[in-house]
């Protein structure tokens, strides 16, 4: 193969028709590729030997990279006969794809059924990871694809090899890099040796081959300085999976974690779906901040690995899109269903498996406050026009607002039978596109019911409940009745109404408590339940057990709400000689920076503490302080936070403990008394040197009521009751609310 490298360049010319020719259904259905790789120079020479199933007489559009060159392609119309033509091509370049190409063959030259196209071309790929643009992380760091010496990382987006949108393709992969490499793509890696003379021209290359046994949408190569670590595992039925861990040097020591945390959520998910698709599973540590599943393995970014990331949302979440994404795949440009049942498996799901039910409570919380905090109505769209997460609010509807549907999906068919559907999906789509049509059929089929209502009101249309309690009372019975007491009342729905169940819990006399269920369906719905003892509080769906919105004022206070806040105010309250160099004003650099694209109007106020202390007028504030302010500080915390927060000489009281020493720092938030709605947050440190963690990582701490730091570590946590609640109490009497 040496003697193809670059010793023919390929002379393309653009092609004109009379009459413009559609695009075909063709797909290429096996790559086999040789690529060497040099990291020094970003750089890679290629060679793709390409099975496609062509569609006769119609032209065929090819992607790459436009930093590639085509340098020769040849066609064969079978695989023992080679026609050997250099093609005349039409080459474009989309002005809105400007990194990449389209080469098209005529469709003189596309005769239909098994076509074999080789290609060869060489090129550079240098997108430098860069961190997103959003005030708190939700995605990975962006990047087309990199070659370089800090790693590689070529995916789908980078656009390394030829391809069809929606091929479905097998891949033989021969990779070849510089010595103390190591290659890591999907399937399995069949041998790896000196690459020979006669294909490496450079001395000191090692070859890779890797090989997939099952199809897959794209082909995703990483390369690095690894230490592989490797054992055999058996599930509790028996399936034998190959699992790994490929960690750079210094995170070496941490192999045996990530494996035997694979082992146990491999074991789960099989019980639950079925056998796992692949015949391997590695653990790939990256150069950049990520988070992604790909089949057979998943690429961590090096700070996710160092904190031990082997959390159901972390590590369990890319063991799920195995099954979910990986092997059942999904046209996210006709709505993404992946990533919510993939979040209501791993992130959720996970707990109530597992037996800890606060915790999946607690998860389910979670997943209503981020939606109803970063959702607002003005700014909802259905969650079947989800594709992929760009920044909070995507992530809202695409992954906790879905998570939330297939949660009430499972409580509308039942427990057997939701999950009998989900390992009817994996094994009738296995290898396959499904899209939500198909997941609902596959559910109303296994529950024998009809549940087109359903999808239009969860997937296609726009929304959740609003609901409140009204008109509540509690009637004593005679005494010579079966129950003491009766209480009824009403939910009101306001806007869009919805149709859902909805259990009420109801608290009585004797310490005891009582499930009401009911299913709400119009703009108010009546309730009555007979009672044993007397009620005293009654409280809408405490478990957070369905979909639906939450007022700002009703959840704990968070720094959340101040990010959500449509108006918001920041209080420099350093005081000292040295606060131009305080870390807190890169905390103000970074919203500076988020606003910049805003209009003049709707950006953050910035401005200093006055010796009142009075708050801006309208909307949440966040203040950045420290000890020169504590006189004026407290009283204003005192009116918001009562008796929660005290700012002592040499330290801080929380939820009554003390906290004291230079290295202490504290995040805290209240509703605002007079803007229950708004929030006030207090960033608060003893010192400039135990402010600059808290600085910099301040946002990833979005759903905490607060946050103790001592040195920069958080070591204590904890979320206040919300000031407002859906909770009713009665009084004495007959108590009508």
Same mark, same amino acid.
């Given at each position: 193969?040496?003697?193809?490298?670059?010793?023919?360049?390929?002379?393309?010319?653009?092609?004109?028709?009379?009459?413009?020719?559609?695009?075909?259904?063709?797909?290429?259905?096996?790559?086999?590729?040789?690529?060497?790789?040099?990291?020094?120079?970003?750089?890679?020479?290629?060679?793709?030997?390409?099975?496609?199933?062509?569609?006769?007489?119609?032209?065929?559009?090819?992607?790459?990279?436009?930093?590639?060159?085509?340098?020769?392609?040849?066609?064969?119309?079978?695989?023992?006969?080679?026609?050997?033509?250099?093609?005349?091509?039409?080459?474009?370049?989309?002005?809105?794809?400007?990194?990449?190409?389209?080469?098209?063959?005529?469709?003189?030259?596309?005769?239909?059924?098994?076509?074999?196209?080789?290609?060869?071309?060489?090129?550079?790929?240098?997108?430098?990871?860069?961190?997103?643009?959003?005030?708190?992380?939700?995605?990975?760091?962006?990047?087309?694809?990199?070659?370089?010496?800090?790693?590689?990382?070529?995916?789908?987006?980078?656009?390394?090899?030829?391809?069809?949108?929606?091929?479905?393709?097998?891949?033989?992969?021969?990779?070849?890099?510089?010595?103390?490499?190591?290659?890591?793509?999907?399937?399995?890696?069949?041998?790896?040796?000196?690459?020979?003379?006669?294909?490496?021209?450079?001395?000191?290359?090692?070859?890779?081959?890797?090989?997939?046994?099952?199809?897959?949408?794209?082909?995703?190569?990483?390369?690095?300085?690894?230490?592989?670590?490797?054992?055999?595992?058996?599930?509790?039925?028996?399936?034998?999976?190959?699992?790994?861990?490929?960690?750079?040097?210094?995170?070496?020591?941490?192999?045996?974690?990530?494996?035997?945390?694979?082992?146990?959520?491999?074991?789960?998910?099989?019980?639950?779906?079925?056998?796992?698709?692949?015949?391997?599973?590695?653990?790939?540590? #990256?150069?950049?901040?990520?988070?992604?599943?790909?089949?057979?393995?998943?690429?961590?970014?090096?700070?996710?690995?160092?904190?031990?990331?082997?959390?159901?949302?972390?590590?369990?979440?890319?063991?799920?899109?195995?099954?979910?994404?990986?092997?059942?795949?999904?046209?996210?440009?006709?709505?993404?269903?992946?990533?919510?049942?993939?979040?209501?498996?791993?992130?959720?799901?996970?707990?109530?498996?597992?037996?800890?039910?606060?915790?999946?409570?607690?998860?389910?919380?979670?997943?209503?406050?981020?939606?109803?905090?970063?959702?607002?109505?003005?700014?909802?769209?259905?969650?079947?026009?989800?594709?992929?997460?760009?920044?909070?609010?995507?992530?809202?509807?695409?992954?906790?607002?879905?998570?939330?549907?297939?949660?009430?999906?499972?409580?509308?068919?039942?427990?057997?039978?939701?999950?009998?559907?989900?390992?009817?999906?994996?094994?009738?789509?296995?290898?396959?596109?499904?899209?939500?049509?198909?997941?609902?059929?596959?559910?109303?089929?296994?529950?024998?019911?009809?549940?087109?209502?359903?999808?239009?009101?969860?997937?296609?249309?726009?929304?959740?409940?609003?609901?409140?309690?009204?008109?509540?009372?509690?009637?004593?019975?005679?005494?010579?009745?079966?129950?003491?007491?009766?209480?009824?009342?009403?939910?009101?729905?306001?806007?869009?109404?919805?149709?859902?169940?909805?259990?009420?819990?109801?608290?009585?006399?004797?310490?005891?408590?009582?499930?009401?269920?009911?299913?709400?369906?119009?703009?108010?719905?009546?309730?009555?339940?007979?009672?044993?003892?007397?009620?005293?509080?009654?409280?809408?769906?405490?478990?957070?057990?369905?979909?639906?919105?939450?007022?700002?004022?009703?959840?704990?206070?968070?720094?959340?709400?101040?990010?959500?806040?449509? #108006?918001?105010?920041?209080?420099?309250?350093?005081?000292?000689?040295?606060?131009?160099?305080?870390?807190?004003?890169?905390?103000?650099?970074?919203?500076?920076?988020?606003?910049?694209?805003?209009?003049?109007?709707?950006?953050?106020?910035?401005?200093?503490?006055?010796? #009142?202390?009075?708050?801006?007028?309208?909307?949440?504030?966040?203040?950045?302080?420290?000890?020169?302010?504590?006189?004026?500080?407290?009283?204003?915390?005192?009116?918001?936070?009562?008796?929660?927060?005290?700012?002592?000489?040499?330290?801080?009281?929380?939820?009554?403990?003390?906290?004291?020493?230079?290295?202490?720092?504290?995040?805290?938030?209240?509703?605002?008394?007079?803007?229950?709605?708004?929030?006030?947050?207090?960033?608060?440190?003893?010192?400039?040197?135990?402010?600059?963690?808290?600085?910099?990582?301040?946002?990833?701490?979005?759903?905490?009521?607060?946050?103790?730091?001592?040195?920069?570590?958080?070591?204590?946590?904890?979320?206040?009751?919300?000031?407002?609640?859906?909770?009713?109490?009665?009084?004495?009497?007959?108590?009508?609310?």
């Amino acid at each position: 193969m040496a003697a193809l490298w670059l010793l023919f360049c390929l002379t393309s010319s653009v092609l004109t028709t009379a009459t413009p020719q559609p695009f075909s259904a063709s797909v290429i259905s096996r790559h086999d590729l040789f690529v060497q790789i040099d990291p020094e120079r970003h750089a890679l020479l290629a060679a793709d030997r390409l099975t496609i199933e062509a569609i006769p007489g119609r032209p065929l559009r090819l992607s790459l990279a436009g930093t590639l060159h085509l340098d020769r392609l040849v066609l064969s119309q079978s695989s023992t006969e080679d026609i050997g033509r250099d093609l005349a091509l039409q080459i474009e370049h989309e002005a809105t794809a400007p990194f990449g190409q389209y080469i098209t063959l005529p469709a003189a030259l596309v005769t239909g059924g098994a076509m074999t196209l080789t290609a060869h071309y060489h090129g550079v790929i240098d997108d430098p990871p860069k961190e997103p643009r959003h005030l708190r992380f939700v995605t990975p760091s962006e990047t087309a694809g990199h070659i370089g010496a800090e790693g590689v990382y070529l995916s789908s987006e980078t656009q390394w090899y030829l391809d069809v949108p929606e091929s479905l393709s097998r891949y033989r992969l021969r990779v070849a890099l510089p010595s103390g490499w190591t290659a890591v793509t999907q399937g399995q890696r069949r041998s790896s040796a000196p690459c020979p003379a006669e294909l490496c021209r450079e001395a000191g290359l090692v070859l890779a081959e890797w090989e997939t046994a099952e199809v897959s949408e794209a082909l995703t190569l990483v390369a690095n300085r690894f230490v592989e670590t490797s054992r055999e595992w058996s599930s509790s039925g028996g399936q034998s999976v190959r699992l790994a861990t490929y960690l750079f040097p210094e995170d070496a020591g941490l192999a045996d974690e990530y494996l035997e945390a694979t082992a146990r959520y491999l074991d789960a998910y099989i019980s639950l779906l079925g056998p796992y698709p692949f015949e391997s599973f590695a653990v790939v540590e #990256n150069f950049f901040a990520s988070g992604l599943g790909m089949p057979s393995f998943t690429l961590l970014g090096s700070g996710v690995i160092k904190r031990h990331y082997v959390q159901p949302y972390a590590l369990g979440h890319e063991i799920v899109h195995s099954w979910i994404g990986n092997s059942v795949f999904n046209r996210v440009d006709r709505g993404n269903w992946v990533e919510g049942l993939t979040t209501y498996l791993a992130n959720y799901y996970w707990h109530e498996w597992s037996g800890d039910h606060a915790q999946a409570r607690d998860q389910r919380h979670l997943m209503l406050r981020g939606y109803s905090l970063h959702v607002p109505p003005e700014r909802d769209y259905p969650l079947a026009q989800f594709t992929r997460k760009q920044d909070e609010r995507d992530n809202a509807i695409g992954y906790q607002k879905a998570a939330m549907v297939f949660h009430l999906l499972r409580q509308e068919v039942g427990e057997e039978s939701f999950w009998r559907s989900l390992k009817t999906l994996v094994a009738q789509y296995r290898g396959r596109y499904a899209d939500w049509h198909d997941v609902e059929r596959i559910f109303a089929e296994t529950a024998a019911k009809d549940l087109r209502w359903f999808f239009a009101q969860w997937i296609e249309d726009t929304g959740a409940p609003a609901l409140t309690l009204k008109n509540v009372t509690a009637h004593p019975l005679p005494r010579d009745a079966d129950a003491r007491f009766t209480l009824s009342g009403s939910i009101a729905q306001t806007g869009h109404v919805f149709q859902s169940p909805l259990p009420l819990l109801v608290r009585m006399s004797n310490g005891s408590q009582h499930l009401v269920s009911t299913q709400v369906s119009g703009a108010d719905t009546l309730f009555q339940s007979a009672l044993p003892f007397k009620p005293l509080t009654i409280e809408l769906d405490p478990e957070a057990m369905v979909l639906r919105r939450l007022a700002r004022r009703d959840m704990p206070p968070v720094l959340t709400h101040y990010v959500t806040d449509t #108006n918001r105010s920041v209080i420099l309250a350093l005081g000292g000689s040295d606060t131009d160099r305080h870390p807190f004003q890169d905390v103000v650099k970074r919203i500076r920076s988020q606003d910049a694209q805003k209009a003049p109007g709707q950006r953050t106020a910035i401005m200093t503490l006055a010796e #009142n202390a009075l708050l801006p007028g309208e909307g949440s504030v966040l203040i950045l302080g420290g000890p020169a302010s504590r006189l004026t500080l407290q009283p204003l915390l005192s009116t918001h936070c009562g008796t929660r927060l005290q700012l002592r000489d040499g330290g801080v009281t929380v939820a009554g403990k003390a906290y004291d020493g230079p290295g202490i720092a504290l995040v805290a938030s209240c509703h605002r008394e007079d803007r229950p709605g708004s929030v006030v947050t207090s960033v608060y440190a003893l010192t400039p040197q135990s402010a600059t963690t808290v600085a910099r990582l301040l946002f990833f701490y979005g759903w905490n009521s607060y946050v103790v730091f001592q040195d920069g570590k958080p070591i204590a946590r904890g979320e206040w009751d919300a000031q407002h609640s859906q909770e009713v109490s009665l009084d004495d009497a007959q108590s009508v609310h």
